[in-house]
């Protein structure tokens, strides 16, 4: 039985605190990485929860702080990580723009970190859709899948973590870099 880290991150409200309390068997904890000096922001917390895998193996479900003072954070998060979910709201004002900064960010880690792109909020905002990502990935790599997912429904969660093991086997897989 092993134990690994799946991070999830995104910007404020893309429902990464939604995903993985739907998707947790424990009630998720929160550390508060504003401490004494609080700033009155949930976007401040580092949340975790858990989910055992048929085989037995528990992924620690770790959702990034949203709020950009925590970005230096992220690379350290992602470095014990064994996948990332980049999770977008589609009705943002640029959701491709959110995605690059995402990318950006985890640049160094992308290499070597299996990688899955959730989308939310594309019935409420149809455009860009997943051809649109799919396009500005491959023009702009990293290719990573790219998928819709509502977080309020387990099951969408449950096919984003399982592109993502996918994703896992074949890096394992392929040659190392
Ligand atoms: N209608 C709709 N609501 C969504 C969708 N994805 C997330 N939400 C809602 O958006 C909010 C996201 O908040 P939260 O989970 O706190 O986001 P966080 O800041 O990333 O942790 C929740 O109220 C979700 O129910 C979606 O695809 N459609
Ligand atoms: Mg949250």
């Known amino acids: 039985m092993h134990d690994y880290t799946i991070l999830f991150a995104g910007p404020a409200g893309a429902g990464k605190t939604t995903a993985i309390a739907r998707i947790s068997e424990t009630v998720p904890t929160a550390a508060d990485l504003a401490g004494v000096e609080s700033v009155g922001t949930t976007g401040l917390l580092l949340e ?32 014990n990580a064994l996948g990332l979910v980049i999770l977008l709201d589609n009705a943002r004002a640029d959701p491709l723009a959110d995605l690059a900064y995402y990318l950006d960010g985890f640049a160094a880690q992308l290499a070597v970190l299996p990688c899955a792109v959730a989308v939310g909020r594309l019935p409420e905002q149809a455009k860009p859709d997943l051809d649109d990502y799919a396009q500005f990935l491959h023009l702009r790599g990293p290719v990573l899948p790219v998928l819709a997912c509502d977080v309020r429904r387990r099951l969408d969660i449950v096919t984003v973590l399982e592109t993502l093991l996918a994703q896992v086997e074949a890096f394992n897989l392929g040659p190392r870099p």
Do not use: E, M
């Not at 929860?49 to 350290?76: E, K, M, S, W, Y």
């Open 48 to 79: 975790s929860g858990q989910l055992t895998l048929d085989n037995g193996d528990r992924l620690r479900l770790l959702g990034a702080p949203g709020h950009a003072r925590c970005d230096a954070l992220l690379p350290v998060l992602a470095a």
